[in-house]
């Protein structure tokens, strides 16, 4: 493909870096819009970065100018929020108005994030795909619901004739997850020793820079207004603590936690969160809820029409356990020059 001269939304997060990064070390012009108060450490040199915010149209008019392609990464990823209209705001308006802002800018692609929460499960137990209807009760969060109406502002652009491409990213795993993602702190987690059961679901796990090279494929071949699925290897919860344990010789769990006892555990944290702390909760029901579904995809569909890498699920676990202890995740950093590269490796 040409070099591009791309915008990348979310470029302070995880996946949103790794696009980024990518994107600027295959010689692309790359900028990247941050908020304000963002944490910049991510960023890798020789971005130009714009501040701005995804609630604030002009600021968005600005960063689109001069762009043709537009990587649209930010979100507003919670299981719980005090206000979830925030929720709204960010994630469905938000697109609404980057949207509009690269349209009349003259974009000439754009790729929407989603995630494979708007995907359907009613396959189940076999792994679903971009064509399978959602499921009734699905949508169990606002976080989900918030890009579920987020996708369909997307695809409702697409059959205006704007060049929309969706990207649904799996569960990314891998180095570079500094705040970190709910995936992120359960290896931070099991690593403090602070699981000593699990709960009997499954996820599909992907190299999170084989999810940033899906953007830059969707870019280049994906078809307008169709959905693709960035994923890799399908594992149950307690597969990938097993994973984490072989790694790092240590333990996986051994005690499956029953869904009624973790749906009160979900309940009483949720409560006490909403009531008293008005923080987020230590064990949030939104985020127990969905464990009750096996989310396992079937992404034949980004293999065979854009190429999408299939980089080992490993791998990537093993680095990333490698980035966390090397900042100090797990407690005290490795001392320097100690070998932090796990036996595995």
């Given amino acids: 493909m040409s070099t591009q001269n791309a915008l990348v939304t979310g470029a302070s997060g995880f996946v949103g870096s790794h696009v980024a990064e990518l994107l600027l070390k295959e010689g692309h012009d ?16 020789g971005l130009e970065v714009v501040e701005g915010d995804l609630r604030d149209p002009e600021s968005l008019r ?45 974009v000439k692609k754009f790729v929407y994030t989603s995630t494979v929460g708007t995907i359907g499960l009613s396959a189940q137990p076999a792994p679903c795909d971009e064509t399978t209807p959602i499921k009734p009760g699905q949508f169990s969060n606002h976080y989900k619901l ?70 830059l494929l969707a870019a280049e071949k994906g078809r307008i207004g169709e959905r693709y699925i960035l994923g890799n290897q399908n594992m149950t919860m307690l597969e990938f603590l097993e994973l984490l344990g072989d790694l790092t010789q240590r ?40 464990s009750k579904n096996f ?29 966390f202890a090397i900042r100090g995740y797990f407690g005290a950093p490795p001392a320097k020059g100690a070998n932090t590269q796990w036996q595995s490796l």
């Fill in 146 to 215: 918030s890009k579920w109406e987020a996708e369909k502002v997307a695809l409702g652009y697409a059959r205006e004739g704007f060049p929309v491409v969706i990207v649904n990213p799996s569960t990314p795993i891998g180095p570079g997850d500094a705040k970190p993602t709910p995936t992120g702190q359960i290896i931070v987690d099991f690593m403090r020793g602070k699981i000593p059961a699990y709960v009997n679901t499954g996820l599909n796990f992907v190299d999170v820079r084989d999810v940033a090279r899906g953007h």
């Fill in 62 to 106: 600005k960063a689109v100018q001069g762009r043709d392609t537009v990587y649209h990464v930010a979100a507003d990823y919670r299981f719980w929020a005090k206000n979830p209209r925030e929720l709204y705001d960010n994630n469905v308006q938000g697109t609404d108005n980057i949207l509009r802002a690269s349209r009349d800018a003259g």
């Fill in 295 to 323: 989310m396992f995809f079937d992404t034949s569909k980004s293999l065979r029409e854009l190429g999408v890498p299939q980089s080992p699920v490993r791998q990537a676990a093993a680095e990333a356990l490698t980035w």
């Fill in 251 to 290: 333990a996986a769990p051994r005690y499956r936690i029953p869904y009624p006892v973790a749906w009160m555990a979900g309940a009483l944290s949720t409560a006490f969160a909403d009531l008293v702390t008005k923080k987020a909760p230590a064990v949030p029901l939104e985020a127990v809820k969905m």
């Fill in 30 to 45: 790359v900028r990247v819009l941050v908020r304000p108060t963002s944490n910049r450490d991510q960023l890798a040199s």
